[in-house]
């Protein structure tokens, strides 16, 4: 749990953040988002102390971050950045294992861990771990980048636009991949964006900055019904927010016991898909309902275009 | 490649090699080479020369044997040969025209003369120029890593070696020089060798510290680089003299310094010149070197708890290694060639034959400072440009 109070950051005459307090619980990611310079960033390097804050406190799990030194404090922290700063002339194997190095693990152990991480991010060992940096893709070097941040099994995350380098169709999977590795580490994640649909797809809770000040700080589905009037109201106000909505519920959230009125060769949806992208099978086939099955495959009665539509639209 | 593609395809008739605008220069100069002067014959080793032409300065058959193989390579430097081929040529044709001046002597001078002198004159040197020329056109091309680059200096310089201990060169004059000044000339190797050497390791251990303070502050860097620019403008014996005045002041001042041999005269000053050259290229290219490492990388490293120290070293200082060891190249190159100044101050090194053999119209003697000072600074910067590249493709 990290509980920022009453934090500011002044760089000569500009506040960069300005008395901004919030929590974030244990084993949840936050979204941090905001334009370039309303202060996310600083906000972010201000919790492992790459940034001093000029006031308020931050305690990470009870403990105020100051107490602790800085080097010690961050070797605790993983720490990814938007151009995941790989070492250029350390092979993929020597970059996950800077903090093990750092923390004086012996050789055995970090050598071990580093192959069990390139193994967790579909890195094979045999083929990577003597790569240089500037032999991978993209999206490999930025699974490199997020696996030397976890190397030292931190309990938490910071993340400064760590897909912003990546192409549309990758950054969606690596979306994926971080959700699926946050709910299996159980690890608590700050990011900063500022990408308001990244925001949505990957907080629990999200934080809206604007010239330093922490304007709303709500999880998404009350940020896209109850928007802050001003600047979060405008930012949410776009054309797309029925389907920002639909994407935070699942079919299960919407599916009822009736008998979907399609014959029986219609493939079923899965209840764990989004509402968006059930939507967009429904209109795809143009049929008014299809029938719903369980991860197991057992069927769970159907969804349905009205159902479906029902939540489309502005919250009570 | 598609355009090298369709250009290729254009041009059917690539089977004759075809002709190479760069290989005339080394080609044209073999070709004049020829039509001057091979060596100076002299009654002594003070008497005005006169020049001998390729073909009377040889036996005939070698005269005619070599002088063809000459030109059939310089041909071959006009044509487009595989890069390879054209360095093994050159090397060839080198190695070709070592073996034949070494006839000169025995051929131009008689048995009676034992004060004659056979010395190179313009049409060795252009020779020498000549496929010299062609070599590094060729080795440039070839691209070779930095490995196999030096294992053919290695074997260029254990080949120049062989041709000395052989003393098929013995009759030549600047080999008789050599012999009047054995011992003087391993003396002065070393001083040569220990000032050059000396001076850059002094300026490693100051110009690194205050290279990296100067990138991490603008101020200073403002201050240190214009400074050490001046000093690189001061010409070089000028420096010699600037320093004679305060060091000898300070080693009147200070007689502990006088007994050191530290005076306005010698080493020390020339040692303290060089040191002050070298600062430049050391600092300026400590601190580019390090403008250049990637911001994320450095971001990176603090963000996962790297202290400062262990980030220039583990990470700053690999990086920016290249180009520093470019600064070092510059350093070491540009002292060994300024050490031969010294000697005007009595600093001693090679510049002692330059200037005794200058003062005594002795061309030879020149030589036998020259000569040395140029392959050491050839071989340090083959070496040194070798460690560069490699620095900069291998993982630390």
Redesign the interface.
């Given at each position: 749990m990290i509980e920022i109070e009453g934090v500011s950051r002044r760089f000569g005459d500009t506040l960069a953040v300005d008395d901004v307090s919030l929590r974030v619980e244990a084993g949840t990611v936050t979204a941090l988002v905001g334009a370039s310079g309303s202060g996310k960033s600083t906000l972010l390097r201000m919790i492992?102390r790459?940034i001093e804050p000029s006031a308020g406190t931050v305690r990470i799990d009870g403990r105020d971050a100051a107490s602790v030194p800085?080097?010690?404090?961050?070797?605790?922290i993983g720490?990814v950045?938007?151009?995941?700063?790989?070492?250029?002339?350390?092979?993929v194997s020597?970059n996950v294992a800077?903090?093990p190095a750092?923390l004086g693990w012996d050789r055995a152990r970090i050598a071990r861990r580093v192959d069990e991480l390139l193994r967790l991010f579909d890195l094979d060992p045999d083929v990577y771990a003597a790569k240089?940096p500037h032999e991978l893709s993209g999206g490999q070097q930025q699974r490199v980048?997020v696996a030397?941040?976890l190397a030292a099994e931190p309990k938490l995350l910071?993340m400064d636009e760590p897909f912003g380098a990546l192409d549309p169709l990758i950054r969606a999977k690596a979306q994926d991949d971080l959700v699926a590795l946050q709910r299996r580490l159980g690890i608590t994640v700050v990011l900063v964006t500022h990408d308001m649909e990244e925001a949505i797809r990957l907080g629990h809770r999200i934080g809206v900055m604007e010239r330093g000040r922490l304007l709303q700080y709500a999880p998404p589905a009350e940020l896209l019904a109850r928007p802050a009037p001003g600047y979060v109201e405008r930012l949410m106000g776009g054309a797309d927010r029925p389907f920002q909505l639909l994407s935070l519920l699942t079919v299960a959230d919407a599916r009822d016991d009736g008998p979907a009125d399609v014959g029986a060769d219609v493939a079923p949806v899965p209840e764990t898909l989004d509402l968006r992208d059930a939507l967009g099978l429904l209109l795809w086939r143009g049929v008014d309902s299809l029938p719903v099955v369980a991860a197991d495959g057992a069927p769970r009665g159907r969804l349905t275009l009205s159902a479906v539509l029902r939540r489309a639209g502005r919250p009570a | 490649m598609t355009a090298s593609g369709a250009a290729a395809g254009r041009v059917p008739r690539a089977r004759f090699p075809g002709f190479d605008r760069v290989g005339v220069v080394p080609a044209a100069l073999a070709a004049l080479a020829l039509a001057l002067p091979l060596v100076t014959f002299k009654p002594n080793r003070i008497a005005a020369g006169r020049g001998v032409a390729f073909w009377a300065a040889l036996p005939p058959a070698a005269a005619a044997a070599g002088g063809l193989l000459l030109l059939l390579i310089g041909l071959a430097a006009c044509l487009r040969v595989a890069p390879a081929s054209r360095l093994g040529l050159a090397l060839v044709a080198l190695a070709a025209l070592a073996g034949l001046v070494g006839l000169a002597p025995g051929a131009v001078a008689l048995p009676g003369m034992p004060y004659a002198r056979v010395s190179f004159a313009a049409g060795f040197w252009t020779l020498l120029l000549a496929f010299g020329i062609m070599a590094a056109d060729g080795s440039a091309r070839l691209a070779l890593r930095p490995g196999p680059r030096v294992l053919l200096l290695g074997a260029v310089l254990l080949a120049l070696a062989g041709l000395f201990a052989s003393g098929w060169w013995n009759g030549l004059s600047i080999l008789k020089e050599y012999a009047a000044h054995r011992d003087g000339f391993w003396a002065e190797a070393v001083t040569h060798g220990g000032l050059a050497f000396g001076s850059l390791f002094a300026a490693l251990l100051v110009g690194l510290p205050l290279g990296v303070a100067c990138a991490r502050m603008p101020r200073l860097r403002g201050a240190a680089l214009p400074a050490l620019n001046v000093i690189q403008t001061i010409p070089s014996i000028a420096m010699y003299g600037l320093m004679m005045v305060p060091l000898g002041l300070l080693a009147g001042a200070v007689p502990f310094l006088g007994a050191l041999g530290i005076r306005g005269i010698g080493a020390a000053p020339a040692g303290l010149a060089l040191f002050l050259y070298a600062l430049l290229p050391v600092v300026a290219n400590t601190a580019v070197g390090l403008d250049g490492v990637?911001r994320?990388?450095?971001?990176?490293?603090?963000?996962?708890?790297?202290?400062g120290a262990?980030r220039l070293r583990a990470?700053e200082l690999?990086?920016a290694a290249p180009v520093i060891l470019t600064g070092v190249r510059i350093v070491l190159v540009q002292n060994i060639g300024l050490v031969t100044v010294a000697a005007l101050i009595g600093g001693g090194g090679f510049g002692t034959f330059v200037f005794q053999g200058t003062s005594q119209a002795a061309i030879d003697l020149v030589l036998l400072g020259a000569v040395p000072t140029v392959v050491l600074a050839f071989t340090a910067a083959v070496l040194l440009d070798a460690a560069a590249e490699a620095a900069g493709r291998t993982?630390?």
């Open positions: 492992n790459l800085g080097e010690a404090l961050r070797r605790g720490y950045i938007q151009g995941y700063g790989l070492f250029p002339h350390w092979t020597r800077t903090v750092l240089l980048g030397r941040a910071l | 990637p994320d990388a450095v971001e990176a490293a603090r963000g996962m708890g790297m202290g262990r990470v690999p990086l993982p630390a």
